[in-house]
């Protein structure tokens, strides 16, 4: 008899391989990638290609293979998404990020499958309202998003909830905020990769690094703050979830503490060895009206459901990043 599987959607991207590195180190599942994967100069195979991986899926055959598998998946981890808060084609985000999640939805309410999606602190704006995760609809419908796929995953958590209360959700289904996320396997994220990443290879170089200016009076350079979490503690949520079935809702994932960007600079140095470096640039024009300068989850409600870890401290999340970035580095 075949083992219980598990499908990542966007299982070769960043957060989606850090779980398949998980799930598939466990062993107790057929682990399933459905993913495109660009071209072969790209990083994405190889986020995938150290693990034990049962099949993989284009996203053109998710249903197909949902069905063909119906008896032996047990849950769907949909991490695939347009991830890019500049993306301009709001068509292709509302395609991809809210109808179809409402698909999967469907899928896994059908057959009583379990669900967790990717959500994101995006749908939270300008936090003018607060980063409190509650998933009460008139909660969430008062959020106000700064771009188009904020407000994608917002409407997709607002169907949830609404499905939810007319009893038509998966056996389990939890929506997971992710706040500032770093660590392994976001090289093919461009400019959308973490601080950390893109200021390494200056660090590595011994080079100066720069960070925006502040252009809001209560923010000194550099000290614009974020909820910065490493990939592992947002995985360490999802692995809780999977062994917790009874628990579902929209749940932040973030480390609860607020660091400056200045902070996150410092500490990649400090793991390199190297005195900090860092100048300051005007922010470009086009951001500053949509720009966030404060970010932190809040992280009771999911505690209060029981989840017990604890955050990785940034320094010490920073160190384990840059040990990885120094022995898998491509630009060195």
């Not at 959607?9 to 682990?31: K, M, P, Q, Y």
């Not at 809210?98 to 936090?127: E, P």
């Not at 604890?310 to 491509?330: A, I, K, N």
């Amino acid at each position: 008899m075949s083992p219980p599987m598990i499908v990542v959607t966007g299982g070769a991207g960043f957060i989606g391989s850090n779980i398949v590195a998980r799930l598939a180190a466990e062993g107790r599942h057929d682990v399933v990638v459905c993913d495109r994967f660009g071209t072969a100069d790209e990083a994405k195979w190889k986020n995938i290609a150290n693990h034990d991986v049962a099949d993989i899926w284009s996203p053109e055959e998710l249903f197909e293979r949902l069905e063909q598998h119906r008896d032996q998946v047990v849950a769907v981890i949909h991490m695939g998404a347009i991830s890019s808060t500049t993306e301009q084609d709001v068509d292709l985000i509302v395609r991809t990020n809210f109808s179809l999640s409402r698909d999967v939805w469907a899928w896994c309410t059908q057959h009583a499958k379990r669900l967790i999606y990717a959500s994101s602190a995006a749908t939270y704006g300008d936090g003018d309202q607060g980063f409190e995760d509650d998933d009460a609809l008139v909660a969430l419908a008062a959020l106000k998003p700064l771009n188009a796929y904020g407000y994608s995953k917002r409407l997709f958590d607002e169907y949830a909830v609404r499905q939810a209360g007319r009893g038509q959700a998966p056996a389990q289904w939890a929506g997971l905020k992710f706040f500032n996320v770093y660590g392994p396997n976001e090289y093919h994220k461009g400019s959308m990769k973490s601080v950390v990443a893109q200021i390494w290879p200056k660090v590595a170089a011994g080079e100066p690094v720069q960070l925006f200016k502040s252009h809001h009076p209560d923010y000194v350079d550099g000290g614009q703050l974020r909820d910065f979490v490493h990939v592992d503690d947002v995985v360490d949520i999802i692995a809780w979830l999977l062994e917790t079935p009874d628990v579902s809702g929209v749940f932040n994932a973030g480390s609860g503490q607020a660091r400056s960007f200045a902070d996150l600079a410092r500490a990649t140095f400090a793991a390199a060895g190297r005195e900090p470096q860092i100048t300051y640039i005007d922010m470009p024009e086009v951001l500053r009206e949509r720009y966030q300068y404060f970010t932190e989850a809040r992280m009771d409600r999911i505690r209060r459901r029981g989840y017990p870890g604890q955050s990785t401290p940034l320094e010490t999340g920073v160190r384990r990043y840059v040990e990885y970035l120094s022995r898998h580095d491509p630009h060195r």
